[in-house]
């Protein structure tokens, strides 16, 4: 009698378990405020977004303008080295 | 190389104009949403890091054991597109970090790998700078030894655990998602036509260079 009882009670605990776990959780009695977003939460996305297509564009300009003008500079003193050699075989 | 210069200007710069839309009308990710469209100009730009790298490792090599000066001259505007090119990837990985993990940076292995890749160079190009004579031959071990980096800098995410996604993503992204594997492939076109603009561009600074040398040599003589 008392292994029948057993069983019985083990079962009902068994088959209950996951019909518990699989329960959702309890209604919230209320809200509970916090004083600041995650981060995840609080950040637009669009300035980020913007901020990196604006930042490849400078970061390209700024460096073709830095070749164009080391290329300026080398052409300009080859062309000044050549007028001096001239001068110089000219004489 | 010359007469090929104009009309891949033409066509990256016709590609580059029309980026926008194609980002744009990819889809959204799923989590990431809006943030994630960083990401088609951030993996293009660590492929051609990537090319550059290559080029700058094969080049050194060239240089370190025969000897050729424009093999070193390739290696020099390689280095500097290499670090160009690894600015953008830092920068837009930490501002897309910035949204999509809370923060701007991680010292994670595939970020830190990353970021010794970028020192790597920008000491190759320190080293030209201030090294004086012959620097060019320690400049070109350094190239190696960043070119040699690079395959652990993309294994990185595979090797170690990371917040970084994996490789795997991108294996994946052409049966996940063919819009968007579309418009990741059309800007990494964009990026390499325009990392062999650079490289060329600074190929004939280095070639001006030379002959700027030269004619000094020659004036004094």
Redesign the interface.
């Known amino acids: 009698m008392v292994r029948r009882l057993l069983t019985t009670a083990l079962s009902v605990v068994l088959t209950a378990a996951p019909a518990l776990a699989l329960q959702p959780p309890p209604a919230p009695d209320g809200f509970v405020p916090i004083d600041t977003l995650?981060?995840?939460e609080q950040?637009p996305?669009?300035p980020?977004?913007v901020?990196?297509?604006v930042?490849?564009l400078l970061?390209?300009m700024f460096?073709?303008w830095t070749?164009w003008r080391?290329?300026a500079k080398?052409?300009s003193?080859?062309r000044e080295?050549?007028r001096?050699?001239e001068r110089?075989q000219a004489r | 190389m010359q007469r090929l210069f104009i009309p891949v200007l033409i066509l990256t710069a016709a590609m580059f104009a029309y980026s926008p839309v194609a980002i744009a009308s990819a889809p959204y990710e799923s989590t990431m949403l809006l943030v994630q469209k960083i990401f088609y100009y951030h993996f293009p730009a660590w492929m051609a890091l990537t090319a550059a790298v290559t080029v700058c490792f094969v080049s050194s090599g060239i240089y370190l054991f025969k000897g050729h000066a424009w093999a070193d001259r390739l290696g020099f505007a390689a280095a500097e597109v290499t670090v160009i090119f690894g600015m953008f990837g830092l920068v837009s990985g930490s501002v897309w970090g910035r949204k999509a993990w809370g923060v701007w940076w991680q010292w994670d292995a595939r970020l830190t790998m990353a970021f010794l890749l970028e020192l790597i160079f920008i000491g190759y190009l320190l080293v030209r700078k201030y090294g004086g004579p012959g620097s060019e031959k320690l400049a070109a071990a350094m190239g190696i030894f960043g070119g040699a980096t690079a395959p652990f800098v993309y294994k990185s995410v595979d090797w170690w655990r990371t917040i970084h996604p994996k490789t795997s993503v991108m294996a994946s992204l052409g049966e996940t998602s063919p819009e968007m594997w579309y418009v990741v492939w059309f800007c990494t076109a964009i990026f390499l036509m325009l990392s062999g603009l650079l490289l060329a561009a600074r190929m004939r600074l280095e070639t001006l260079r030379a002959g700027l040398d030269r004619l000094y040599l020659a004036a004094e003589d």
């Open positions: 995650p981060p995840t950040l996305a669009g980020f977004l901020g990196a297509y930042f490849f970061l390209m460096y073709l070749i080391r290329l080398v052409e003193e080859m080295l050549e001096r050699t110089g």
